[in-house]
């Protein structure tokens, strides 16, 4: 069984660039969530993706955005990066996401650090 | 907004002893989830309790909720200097939109 991989592990960008953060989710999981988790605090929810269409979004600016492929797999987009973007993305895989964000178990990825100069 | 608050935001505690976490939170849930992060890492789920239990066990983890008063404790006993991480409780909300909105978490050392 493979777990979550998150690419890259460790990036730097400048303000106003943008990002593309990749995430493979664990083998058999169909849904995807993505989270944000600045220093010191907990995950914050960005959206989550279910057989490739979005289903359940926190309270994120559209800047954030991101697709899910046929085998599962998901991308997070950051346009316009901010100072306070700079943050641990979560990857995030699960069972069953089909009626809205996942409230059962998540597996989570590594992350990848956002650096924003 | 983090729905679930932790209680103590650090603990520090001997190899051997008892170590427990408290969670408090505010809306009504359909479960409560326990995590651990070691270093900035990804996160690793420890357990789950539905509304409708009130203990679970798991190897060296006991579980407790109250959904009365709102609040859950994880206890980790015999600690071992491996269980140095952060702690975070996941709530599930009842309802339309319902996500899992993590706390703040603790940063539990176990000093050898």
């Known amino acids: 069984e493979t777990g979550v991989t998150q690419s890259p592990t460790h990036l730097i960008k400048t303000r106003g660039q943008q990002v593309t953060l990749r995430c493979s989710s664990q083998?058999?999981?169909?849904?995807v969530s993505w989270y944000q988790q600045a220093l010191g605090q907990g995950p914050q929810f960005i959206f989550q993706?279910?057989?490739?269409?979005?289903?359940g979004r926190g309270n994120f600016p559209p800047r954030f955005s991101g697709l899910q492929f046929p085998n599962y797999s998901s991308e997070l987009n950051v346009n316009a990066l901010e100072l306070d973007d700079s943050a641990l993305y979560l990857c995030?895989?699960?069972?069953?996401?089909?009626?809205?964000?996942?409230?059962?178990?998540?597996?989570f990825g590594e992350g990848s650090r956002l650096t924003v100069l | 907004s983090q729905q679930g608050e932790e209680d103590p935001q650090a603990l520090s505690i001997q190899e051997g002893e008892n170590a427990t976490m408290n969670c408090s939170y505010k809306?009504?849930?359909?479960?409560l989830q326990w995590y651990r992060q070691n270093s900035g890492r990804g996160l690793v789920h420890l357990i789950l309790?539905?509304?409708?239990?009130r203990e679970k066990h798991s190897g060296r983890l006991r579980v407790t909720l109250d959904t009365s008063k709102k609040s859950s404790s994880l206890l980790i006993t015999a600690s071992r200097a491996a269980d140095t991480a952060s702690y975070f409780c996941?709530?599930?909300?009842?309802?339309?939109?319902?996500?899992?909105?993590f706390g703040k978490g603790i940063t539990l050392s176990v000093r050898p």
């Open positions: 309790i539905r509304s409708n239990e």
């Open positions: 083998s058999g999981h169909n849904t």
């Open positions: 996941a709530t599930a909300s009842t309802g339309a939109n319902s996500k899992l909105t």
């Open positions: 993706y279910y057989r490739e269409e979005e289903n």
């Open positions: 809306t009504s849930i359909n479960n």
């Open positions: 995030a895989s699960s069972l069953g996401g089909g009626w809205g964000p996942s409230t059962g178990e998540l597996f």
